[in-house]
């Protein structure tokens, strides 16, 4: 739905007759007073708490705009830096979390949680050879940190060094034995390695860990095919089915495994292969008029899109774009005047989507006092 994201981002950026009120919205002027720097402390603190609350609601793109806020008021706080770079980062606002982490190592050089926040905003903006150097500052001040050793491995594998990226993962094993995460990717690399008996072990023992983990019994159940380990491989494949009754890809290995010894049971599995394949297409035909939906924004024609974008609603229910096309229905509605119908929908797309920026940020102008009246 990339052609709606930027409809969202161009009616929220046209949507209001000044830039000051767009402006104003998370932010809070810091004037250069001692009044004013002496209340600072207890306001900040006040948006911290609010902001930790919604991100442990899952609510990010309400607490980012809280901790935007913080950070005006106090731009040296490292608590509130800390959390606002990772709330941005779990957004994908990854050069913004590397600024702020840039921020926090400056302010605290020998924390090493800092150095390895700022190795995986780096990591996430794809800027590897810099993420591998934060990990060996954060090591250096904490060389039995897991989560440090398991950030270098991920990287080093990205990298294409897997030698160095195995020996991390060992190392991850020995110090946190029950690391899920250490387990999982690690039983990516043998994968690419060509390594299965490896991937198969790793895998077996997430499982136990992760016993309702979908996609970690599809890969089992995947590795141990792929070995001729048929008797192992089927009862995997039906605890992944059993835990996602749409995965597609766990569906269609499980029927070709079951083919000769059950008919019956591999015509009822293609069956449901086949539904979670036409429930693609329904998907594929929504998104073709939420792309109708956009066209019609871009020619402002507002009642036209309006259409559409009920027409796609009309298809989705529950469907996975639909806290998109909610948001973007919301936004076109308050450019076309209906700023209450506007509001609801807006509402409704957070409420599925708690990480979505732009409707939060909608609903914050709208809900100023002195909103300004559309043109």
């Known amino acids: 739905m990339t052609n709606n994201l930027r409809l969202a981002r161009m009616i929220l950026r046209n949507m209001f007759v ?3 009120l767009l402006a104003s919205l998370g932010t809070m002027s810091i004037q250069a007073s001692a009044q004013h720097v002496a209340q600072a402390a207890p306001e900040t603190n006040t948006l911290l708490v609010q902001a930790r609350t919604l991100v442990a ?9 809280l ?3 913080a950070h005006d008021l106090s ?6 830096l800390t959390l606002l770079g990772k709330v941005d980062g779990r957004l994908g606002d990854y050069p913004q979390a590397v600024q702020v982490f840039h921020h926090v190592v400056e302010l605290q050089p020998k924390n090493p949680d800092a150095h390895l926040d700022l190795a995986i905003a780096l990591a996430d903006n794809k800027d590897l050879p810099a993420a591998l150097d934060e990990t060996t500052a954060a090591l250096a001040l904490a060389p039995h940190s897991p989560i440090a050793h398991l950030t270098r491995a991920r990287i080093l594998d990205d990298l294409h060094r897997p030698k160095d990226s195995e020996a991390e993962f060992t190392l991850v094993s020995k110090l946190a034995p029950e690391n899920a995460d250490c387990l999982y990717y690690w039983s990516l690399l043998e ?14 023992r997430l499982v136990k860990l992760r016993s309702n983990d979908e996609r970690a019994w599809f890969s089992l159940g995947r590795s141990l095919s792929e070995q001729s380990r048929d008797q192992e491989a089927i009862p995997a494949l039906r605890k992944a089915v059993a835990l996602d009754p749409d995965a597609g890809g766990a569906l269609y290995l499980l029927a070709k495994k079951v083919k000769q010894q059950n008919p019956a049971e591999y015509d009822q599995l293609m069956q449901r292969f086949q539904q979670t394949r036409d429930k693609s297409k329904d998907l ?3 998104k073709s008029l939420g792309n109708q939906a956009y066209q019609a924004s871009q020619r402002q024609d507002w009642p036209e899109s309006i ?12 469907c996975s774009i639909a806290s998109a096309l909610h948001r973007d229905l919301g ?32 609903l914050k102008i709208l809900n100023q006092p002195a909103t300004a009246t559309l043109h």
């Open 18 to 20: 000044t830039s000051a």
């Open 57 to 65: 609601q899952g609510k990010l793109a309400e607490a980012q705009i």
């Open 67 to 69: 901790l935007n806020q």
């Open 75 to 80: 731009p040296e706080r490292v608590d509130v």
């Open 191 to 204: 994968r690419e390695e060509g390594n299965l008996p490896k991937e198969t072990e790793l895998l077996q």
């Open 284 to 286: 594929d035909a929504i």
């Open 307 to 318: 259409r559409l974008f009920r027409e796609a609603l009309a298809s989705c229910d529950t």
């Open 331 to 362: 936004l076109v509605l308050c450019r076309d005047g209906q700023i209450d119908q506007g509001k609801t929908e807006l509402q409704t797309a957070l409420a599925m989507d708690p990480e979505d920026r732009d409707a939060a940020q909608a």
